[in-house]
């Protein structure tokens, strides 16, 4: 038996708090164990720090894994709990995504102030948002609206909305509604009109390989159908070598042992796209993940990616 407290590592923003409070209960409802079985470890990561310039002029996904991973792997941690959509495809040797818990809305979700929805925005309206395929599909849908770069935690850009610096944004719907504030959503997108993030509203588990005590705590909370999107999903983003970079989105559903994929990639300005769609059986869903990624990166060629690196 661990006689010291679980330490569960995550960042410090409201919602990143919340998820990992969330593993803790689930963890302590699986194992009949108190909160001072537990302690959250917040890890301040470079991601959180730098909030002046985006995300790829700094350098991409690891800036908010970095940091927490390095505890992880010496020790000083025993789990990481991360937002999937946050996680680099290559992980560092001996760390793995270990469990995932069951996948919350994976919408994207408005938040305006005089317009309730995008269509409903005037002319030249200011629309902010920190994540490039958020930027790629509003202008792709409304080429005459400022879509400008918006950073900072979930309670940061809504005050920000509120102060008028932009006249809507745009955020994740489960993390809204993990934070009790679904709402302010003012209109929720359509997966079907404005795929979301690969791995969006799924909260993932990263721990050691080879730690049986580890595994064992997490296999009760593990959800296996989020688990087998996730590969879905993380294949077909490894396929393209996805980044901060590139505008990619992507969506793995399953209903009666059927896996069905659609996925996308867009220039920054929203005037090209290249969209894949795939159906096979739960067991494929890493390689019909990653074939999909080919599918996408012949359609698109080489020449499209490096554009925009």
């Known amino acids: 038996m661990q006689t010291k407290p679980f330490r569960i590592g995550t960042r410090g923003s409201p919602l990143a708090l919340a998820q990992a409070e969330e593993t803790r209960d689930r963890l302590m409802a699986a194992h009949d164990l108190a909160s001072d079985a537990f302690e959250i470890v917040v890890i301040s990561t470079k991601g959180d720090r730098v909030t002046d310039r985006p995300l790829s002029e700094i350098g991409g996904k690891g800036l908010f894994t970095e940091e927490i991973e390095a505890q992880l792997s010496d020790g000083r941690i025993d789990i990481a709990v991360h937002s999937s959509k946050d996680m680099p495809t290559v992980l560092p040797d001996g760390l793995y995504l270990s469990a995932f818990l069951p996948r919350e ?3 994207d979700a408005f938040i305006g102030g005089a317009a309730r929805s995008i269509a409903e925005l005037p002319q030249g309206a200011v629309v902010g948002t920190s994540s490039l395929r958020r930027q790629a599909m509003v202008r792709r849908m409304r080429p005459d609206l400022d879509v400008v770069a918006f950073r900072g935690n979930v309670q940061t850009r ?3 909305l509120e102060e008028g610096v932009v006249d809507g944004t745009l955020l994740a719907m489960a993390g809204l509604r993990r934070l009790g504030l679904e709402g302010h959503a003012t209109h ?3 997966t079907e009109t404005f ?3 690969l791995g969006q509203g799924a909260i993932c588990i990263e721990s050691r390989e080879a730690d049986d005590v580890t595994d064992v705590m997490l296999a ?3 959800d296996p159908a989020t688990k087998t999107a996730l590969l879905c999903e993380r294949a077909f983003l490894a396929a393209l070598d996805g980044s901060c970079r590139t505008p990619i989105a992507g969506l793995a559903t399953i209903a009666g042992g059927i896996i069905s994929f659609t ?3 867009l220039s920054p300005d929203g005037k090209t796209s290249f969209d894949v769609s795939r159906e096979g059986s739960e067991a494929d869903a890493v390689k019909l ?5 080919e599918e996408i990166r012949a359609q698109a060629g080489p020449g499209f990616f490096e554009s925009w690196v």
Do not use: C, E, Q, W
């Not at 993940?289 to 990624?293: M, N």
């Open 105 to 107: 809305d994976v919408r």
């Open 158 to 160: 809504m005050r920000k």
């Open 188 to 190: 929720v997108m359509d």
């Open 195 to 197: 795929l979301p993030a």
């Open 220 to 222: 009760p909370i593990n």
């Open 263 to 265: 996925g996308m990639v």
């Open 289 to 293: 993940g990653r074939s999909a990624g």
